[in-house]
């Protein structure tokens, strides 16, 4: 089924003798094997809505729209690989990856060709530090982790918090130290930080703060093992203490074995499909249609891309690959969650969304915007 709907969104470009001045090319590198493919399958199909509501209504200039995407496998030396693929296939610009580690070897490798990248997802603030044709379409890090201490101390009450980082990442480490800094800038106390390498580790740990439990505990990762610490929790019976995490968080939902544990269980993100914006309410109804889910972020952020992108190119009057990153950062995006505007490291300013699982269903408990 992968093999298939990869074909589907790339017979355009594979199709022999085609006319290429009736087509406008962009590429997409995401991870569709492996322990991150709920990701990047989520983000593939927000790419596919995109395209075809843009050749739907004309294209780009009158040009139709085509999308290859290519598997990068979460991993940092193939994306690089697959980047020189789509290179050779001459494509205008490119839409990946959904995680931070990848989309920065892409980000570097991009950099030297002035080829525009936009990422749904990636929100290491490395990733665009300094390299002008490298967007994304989410907050960074330290944007999300000064909202969620704001979220913990102000409408938490939180006065106490243990804070876990995973030592394999350097990303996850950088949103721990500005979540704790902001924290105790806010009159909390962070009790500890603790380090692991695995979610195995996570019964030792927690086993230790049984007998008095933190007011919260924080914690950046991805959504799988975040679900193994929210089960955790739950099973050690830390049951008023709240868990805290960031966008990697979601996804969690089909990973939590016990529903009862994501009760006071709470991450950030940059979209809620429960969002009452008519242009949200529309999509949401669109990719329901299309795929019988309903949007997670990377869904609905590599679905801006495209048409961020779009808007470029047609504002551009070009596809040089300078024109169009000139287009970007100096223009402004009416997109589906709102009005994109880059600043001058290319990040978004954007609201953040606080979700809860409430009755087995994604959620919004507050919006924030710092």
């Not at 709907?5 to 290429?20: D, F, K, S, Y």
Request: charged share 20%; glycine share 8%; net charge negative.
């Amino acid at each position: 089924m992968l093999l298939l709907v990869i074909i589907v969104l790339t017979q355009n470009g594979c199709a022999p003798g085609r006319n290429q001045e009736e087509f406008i090319t962009i590429g997409a590198l995401l991870p569709l094997t492996g322990a991150s493919a709920d990701e990047g399958l989520r983000t593939m199909n927000g790419i596919h809505l995109a395209r075809e509501e843009i050749n739907a209504n004309g294209g780009i200039s009158g040009k139709k729209l085509d999308v290859i995407v290519l598997n990068d496998r979460g991993n940092r030396e193939y994306i690089v690989q697959q980047y020189n693929a789509l290179m050779e296939r001459g494509v205008t610009a490119i839409i990946g990856s959904s995680y931070s580690g990848p989309t920065l070897a892409l980000a570097i490798a991009a950099e030297k060709d002035g080829m525009p990248v936009i990422s749904p997802t990636a929100s290491d603030p490395a990733v665009t530090l300094g390299r002008g044709n490298v967007f994304r379409a989410i907050f960074i890090d330290d944007y999300q982790a000064e909202a969620m201490a704001h979220f913990a101390h102000n409408s938490l009450g939180a006065q106490t918090a243990v804070v876990l980082i995973n030592r394999n990442y350097d990303s996850y480490t950088h949103t721990a130290e500005v979540f704790t800094r902001s924290f105790t800038a806010r009159g909390g106390r962070v009790r500890a930080v603790e380090s692991f390498s695995s979610e195995n580790d996570f019964a030792y740990i927690l086993g230790k703060y049984a007998a008095n439990p933190p007011d919260v505990i924080f914690c950046p990762e991805d959504f799988i093992p975040a679900a193994r610490l929210v089960n955790t929790v739950h099973e050690i019976g830390l049951g008023n203490t709240y868990i805290l995490g960031t966008d990697a968080w979601d996804g969690l939902l089909a990973y939590v074995h016990n529903p009862q544990a994501m009760e006071r269980a709470y991450y950030s993100a940059p979209f809620s499909y429960d969002d009452n914006s008519p242009d949200v309410a529309q999509f949401v109804r669109n990719y329901f249609n299309a795929f019988s889910l309903l949007p997670l972020t990377g869904s609905a952020t590599a679905y801006n891309c495209v048409y961020i992108l779009a808007e470029a190119i047609k504002k551009a009057e070009s596809t040089d690959r300078d024109a169009i990153v000139s287009a970007m950062r100096t223009n402004e995006f009416d997109v589906m969650t709102g009005r994109v505007k880059f600043d001058k490291n290319n990040n978004p300013q954007t609201n953040v969304y606080i979700i809860q699982i409430k009755d087995g269903v994604y959620s919004t408990r507050e919006k924030i915007y710092m």
